[in-house]
């Protein structure tokens, strides 16, 4: 159980063009699903943390209007990195809390590769 | 605030010789810690966890740590390491009310044949 899918798995996209990613989990209801960038070699930066029904809460230092954080539903959230730029290329990985527990563990999708030409 | 510290970037054993990795957290009340293991271009994968219960944490794949509250650490260890072991290792330190996680910034594995 506890499954968290992202979709694509990688991306490549045109300088100015935007992309969308989404994270689904599959078998629970994730009230809560966090989005982190994660750069090559390095460790997982939290972006945003997404409530459903309710607007993302950014990290300093993150681009809200850059970075587009939508949690429709119980299962659904996704990440759209508007105007995308080179330097935007990276390893974007969500996860999710499963709702109405006092639990603190996420299960992580499996990331989505984005390239920026 | 929360915080955790990964001692090693890299660590490097040869295959069946113990695997030790450290961590360790800074916290203002009990925290859930976790280590989870990265392989190359792969998401996380969670190998065990500790939520205030057992001190000894027994995980996937024979990976056990200890939570040591005077020391303030949560060390990852094996008894025998396997090439499959290889990859990138995080602990992490979950923050109470905004069920944050705090990654430390990884330990590379390496196992030598």
């Known amino acids: 159980g506890a499954v968290v899918s992202q979709h694509p798995s990688r991306v490549i996209c045109k300088s100015g063009t935007s992309v969308k990613i989404e994270c689904r989990s599959l078998d629970f209801q994730a009230t809560t699903m966090f989005w982190y960038r994660q750069f090559p070699k390095k460790s997982l930066m939290l972006m945003a943390t997404?409530?459903?029904?309710?607007?993302?809460?950014?990290e300093q230092g993150v681009e809200k209007d850059k970075f587009l954080i939508n949690h429709a539903s119980l299962t659904l959230s996704t990440l759209t990195v508007t105007s995308a730029h080179p330097e935007d290329s990276s390893f974007y990985i969500c996860s999710a809390r499963v709702g109405g527990t006092p639990t603190y563990e996420q299960y992580f999708g499996p990331g989505t590769r984005l390239t920026v030409t | 605030a929360q915080s955790v510290t990964q001692l090693d970037s890299h660590v490097s054993v040869s295959e069946g010789t113990p695997v030790l990795l450290r961590c360790n957290y800074s916290?203002?009340?009990?925290?859930?810690l976790f280590w989870y293991v990265q392989h190359p271009n792969k998401g996380l994968q969670l190998l065990l966890k500790?939520?205030?219960?057992?001190?000894l944490v027994k995980g996937i794949n024979g990976f056990e740590a200890e939570f040591k509250k005077s020391e303030t650490s949560f060390h990852l260890t094996k008894p025998s390491a396997h090439m499959s072991d290889a990859a990138e290792y995080f602990c992490?330190?979950?923050?109470?009310?905004?069920?944050?996680?705090?990654f430390g910034t990884g330990t590379r594995l390496k196992v030598l044949a």
């Open positions: 992490v330190v979950s923050e109470g009310g905004t069920y944050k996680y705090i």
């Open positions: 500790y939520t205030s219960a057992a001190t």
């Open positions: 916290s203002s009340y009990s925290p859930s």
């Open positions: 997404s409530n459903e029904g309710s607007k993302a809460t950014y």
